[in-house]
T-cell receptor, first 118, second 113 residues
Framework: DAGVTQSPTHLIKTRGQQVTLRCSPK?????VSWYQQALGQGPQFIFQ???????QRGNFPDRFSGHQFPNYSSELNVNALLLGDSALYLC?????????????????FGPGTRLTVL | AQSVTQLGSHVSVSEGALVLLRCNYS??????LFWYVQYPNQGLQLLLK??????LVKGINGFEAEFKKSETSFHLTKPSAHMSDAAEYFC???????????FGPGTSLSVIP
């Protein structure tokens, strides 16, 4: 059973460019969350997708957008890149409730995409 | 608004010694609490979670945490540190079973042989 996968592993862009990061959730999971982790800091919540819609959003500008596909995979898009966008971008998948079992928001994380903006 | 503080950005312990990593949270409702571990250049792995079933929670790799409502704390402990425990540890909080998860700034654990 494959866990959460993310692509690419590393990415180098220049200021002003646009980037798309991709995430495939753990098998059976229907919810995808994206986090930004700057060096030496904890992950910061960007947004969460469920049923192909953005359900919650953190304190990030509109330059950050996303999408969830019918197969539950997701993309994170960042426009007009700034130097400060350099970070590790983490995708996490979860299953809130299935049948009689609640999963209590347990997030399964991918290895991340390291984005460097020059 | 929910938030997490972790006292001590760096903690060093000797191999075999007790590990204690501190976490305090703020939440307007009974929270869900988590501890995650992150090894270099990797994603986060769940160590344990509190979901109101029991105040003492046991996790993987010998770690456990105790929920203390009166102190709004959820400290992580391990009786005997192992070299392989050296990593970054994050405490996190969620107000519901489907709400966003808010992470603390992390504590870097070093284990001295």
């Amino acid at each position: 059973d494959a866990g959460v996968t993310q692509s690419p592993t590393h990415l180098i862009k220049t200021r002003g460019q646009q980037v798309t990061l991709r995430c495939s959730p753990k098998s059976g999971h229907d919810t995808v969350s994206w986090y930004q982790q700057a060096l030496g800091q904890g992950p910061q919540f960007i947004f969460q997708y469920y049923e192909e819609e953005e359900r919650q959003r953190g304190n990030f500008p509109d330059r950050f957008s996303g999408h969830q596909f019918p197969n539950y995979s997701s993309e994170l898009n960042v426009n007009a890149l700034l130097l400060g966008d350099s970070a590790l971008y983490l995708c996490a998948s979860s299953l809130i409730f299935s049948g009689n079992r609640a999963y209590y928001n347990e997030q399964f994380f991918g290895p991340g995409t390291r984005l460097t903006v020059l | 608004a929910q938030s997490v503080t972790q006292l001590g950005s760096h903690v060093s312990v000797s191999e075999g010694a007790l590990v204690l990593l501190r976490c305090n949270y703020s939440s307007s409702v009974p929270p869900y609490l988590f501890w995650y571990v992150q090894y270099p250049n990797q994603g986060l792995q769940l160590l344990l979670k509190y979901t109101s079933a029991a105040t003492l929670v046991k996790g993987i790799n010998g770690f456990e945490a105790e929920f203390k409502k009166s102190e709004t704390s959820f400290h992580l402990t391990k009786p005997s540190a192992h070299m392989s425990d050296a990593a970054e540890y994050f405490c996190a909080v969620s107000e519901t079973s489907y709400d966003k998860v808010i992470f603390g700034p992390g504590t870097s654990l070093s284990v001295i042989p």
